[in-house]
């Protein structure tokens, strides 16, 4: 590896969510992007657009830089776990379960996704801020570990677990009021957050979990954010929370587990210039490391939960350009078949995104347009100010990073059926998410007798 460059080692040259494209991605003699072996219009042609597509080496690529880094600088033992919420599908559980991932859900739809993607139980945590007393009782009965989160979650759990049955496994969530630099929307460590205790009530909690017989308190959570590119605030992170840790061992729990959630940033755009998994791994395990050892507690077993970082750039979205709208010293719309509705980030969150003609990757730019979806809000707006060769209706275009809080953040806005999803490997793809139709939305759909009558 040549000398004086920004990175540390090779692992963070090929990190996945260094780059904004798939690690597969190559191109064919006549210059066409293809992912996973497969060629993009190709996909697009066969299995029509909209269409998400995942490239599995990626994901397994990532998964693997997370284990590693896991084994290579934290010698207690760890296991990561993957928050589903990027994107939850029974191959995506089935692949990071086959990884040695466990899996975070948040809902009754996240959990019964990883069990019967073949995440086991005692590997799946359920969080939320306002879990029903059926998640809480599913998860119960499977043995997956819950996160408080509030005190309606011990009300519930008391009320709910039979004093004759074994108690509760947990984890306790609390803000560890760290703050960090992403958008508002996406940020929860801060002490201004739905999600979790207050630091200044744990002590009150801990005694009344030490009271509950339906209760075994394995460990604590916290969560500072998403989109994270600075290291800084997971050293203070875990600063606060070996305090913590001390004190709910020093009120008679006997915590082992020690949650330091997700949020790890990728490069959606060039100027995006992320830690790599093994820096950020490094950096939480030699932090951990020395939080607990300076306050002689053993370590913990460290757990991480990524979601962006696992899947955001394991995923492209392929759609067809149609409309042309040129206002002419102003901007040029090119319209293409989904929008807000596949990915709502950029309308929520302004978040950036690169693409690029998925038969004329490396074409030179000929014009500046910018990337309208197809619903009726004229917020929905993909990408801004991008520099395309000219395209003709009915070009595909390839938009990157799109593998986490996409599909799972999707809905049916103007009643735009859901895109199908494929994943890609050495050249073969297979369908992993069917494509809706607008005869499905209506399945739902009731018209009370007097209306016809
Ligand atoms: C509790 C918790 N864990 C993990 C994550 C995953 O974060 P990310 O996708 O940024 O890695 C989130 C996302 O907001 C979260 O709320």
Redesign the pocket.
Known sequence: MAKNTPYESDRDLFSPNRNISPITSELDKQGRLMIGGCLLSKLAEGYGTPLYVLDEASLRASCIAYRDALKRYYPGSSIPLY?S??NSSLVLSKIVADEGFGI?V?SEGELITALRGGVPGAKIVL?GNNKSDKELLMAYENGVTIVLDNHHDINRLAELIPQDKPPAELML?FTPGIECHTHEY?R?GHIDSK?GFGLEELQEVFIKLKEANWARLNGL?A?I????FELEPHRDLAIVMADVFQMARKLGHPVKDLNV?????IRYVKSDDPPAIDSWIKVISSAVIDAFTSRSIDLPRLIC??????VASAGVTLYKLGARKHIPGLRTYLSVDGGMSDNPRPITYQSLYSACLADCPMGLAEETVTIAGKHCESGDVLLKELSLPYSKNGDVLVVFGTG??NFSMSSNYNRIPRPAAVIVKDGESELIQQREQPEDLLRYDLLPDRFSR
């Open positions: 928050a919420k990027a975070d948040v969080h969530r996406i929860t999600f959570h969560h954010g998403s989109q994270i959630g997700g949020g790890l940033g939960e990524p979601g962006r970082s696992l986490a809080y």
